[in-house]
């Protein structure tokens, strides 16, 4: 079997295009465009392009979208206060803090301090509590823009085995959960996972959230799976690169998504509808 490309590019495009739709009528029916501020802290380069895309692509939906830089000695403090004036100011309908954040400040400390509500990330606890309790309210960006592909793909997860590998709090277990209230039967492997290969075999879903280039080896693909490599790794040679051996793999997958063009213009498409969501639940609009 040759798999078929899910092309993450061209269903974003589609994705991004229902947004758009959708707000402009917000805006006409409530005389302003939904709003997102991402805040960076730092330099990182990476970051840097990551979060300017995520506004540009705000502004190409129609939304209003604003990038603050904060320098990488900013305070826990700072950073508190911005989220709060952020959390209070009605015209911010999304808040976004680029991970990772420079040593001096605590994760935890700052993904608890943003109004549930605006969390277009799906990273505060409320929100992982209510998907894990089957009450999504916003759900993280990554996994659930790789449950559209999987819907595009026509894939049948009631009853199917999915195996996700990786169980960060920003993918890999938001992953399991969302196939789970699909009805899939779930493993979540990770670092200590006893013989990968075996159990990666036994996937009519796999989803790769790992960070390790070729992790993934073409043998351990069941024939027919449908694949999902969340794994962005730089490669020696400075190119992007997943965490499957994508050439390997595509002789036994039906559907495999590539790095670049498959999850990643997902997870920002998926960012657009988070903050649209945001913004009409906030006008108590949906
Ligand atoms: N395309 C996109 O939109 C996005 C892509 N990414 C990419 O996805 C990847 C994962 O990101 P993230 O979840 O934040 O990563 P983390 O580093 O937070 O988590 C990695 C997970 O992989 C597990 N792991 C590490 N080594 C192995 C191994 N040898 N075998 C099995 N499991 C292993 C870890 O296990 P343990 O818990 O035991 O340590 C951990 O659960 C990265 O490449 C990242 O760049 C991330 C976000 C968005
Ligand atoms: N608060 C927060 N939310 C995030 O959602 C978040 C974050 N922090 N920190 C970093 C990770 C990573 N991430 C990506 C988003 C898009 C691409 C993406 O568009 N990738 C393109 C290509 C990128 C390239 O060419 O470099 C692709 O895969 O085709 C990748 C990675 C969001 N993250
Ligand atoms: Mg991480």
């Given at each position: ?10 269903i ?7 947004v ?22 730092g ?22 979208g ?9 305070t ?23 991970l ?14 943003v ?78 996972t006893?013989d ?13 959230a ?77």
């Amino acid at each position: 079997m040759t798999a078929q490309i899910l092309d993450g590019k061209a269903i974003a495009q589609k994705v991004r295009l229902e947004v758009r739709e959708g707000v402009a009528r917000f805006s006409a029916a409530h005389g302003r465009p939904p709003g997102l501020d991402v805040l960076l802290v730092g330099e990182d380069p990476a970051s840097v392009i990551y979060t300017r895309n995520k506004e540009k692509a705000s502004h190409e939906v129609g939304m209003r979208g604003r990038l603050h830089r904060l320098s990488a000695d900013t305070t826990e403090e700072e950073l508190l206060g911005k989220i709060a004036a952020l959390n209070t100011d009605p015209s911010v309908d999304g808040i976004l803090v680029q991970l990772p954040l420079p040593k001096q400040i605590r994760e935890a400390r700052v993904l608890d301090a943003v109004d549930p509500a605006k969390d277009v990330d799906g990273f505060h606890p409320v929100n992982a509590g209510l998907l894990a309790t089957g009450r999504p309210a916003l759900v993280p960006c990554t996994p659930k823009g790789s449950m559209r592909l999987l819907a595009e793909a026509g894939a049948h997860l009631a009853g199917a085995r999915a195996v996700v590998v990786g169980r960060s709090n920003i993918v890999g277990k938001p992953m399991a959960q969302l196939l789970l209230a699909a009805h899939a039967t779930v493993t979540l492997a990770h670092s200590r996972t006893r013989d990968l290969g075996a159990v990666c075999r036994e996937a009519d879903i796999l989803v790769a959230a790992v960070g390790r280039t070729r992790l993934i080896q073409g043998d351990w693909i069941k024939d027919g799976a449908i694949v999902i490599d969340v794994g962005m790794n730089r490669d020696d040679d400075g190119k992007l690169a997943g965490d499957v051996d994508f050439d390997a793999a595509r002789s036994r997958a039906s559907w495999i998504t590539p790095v670049p063009g498959g999850v990643g213009p997902m997870t920002i498409a998926t960012l657009l509808e988070n903050t649209l969501h945001a913004a009409r639940a906030r006008v108590g609009d949906g």
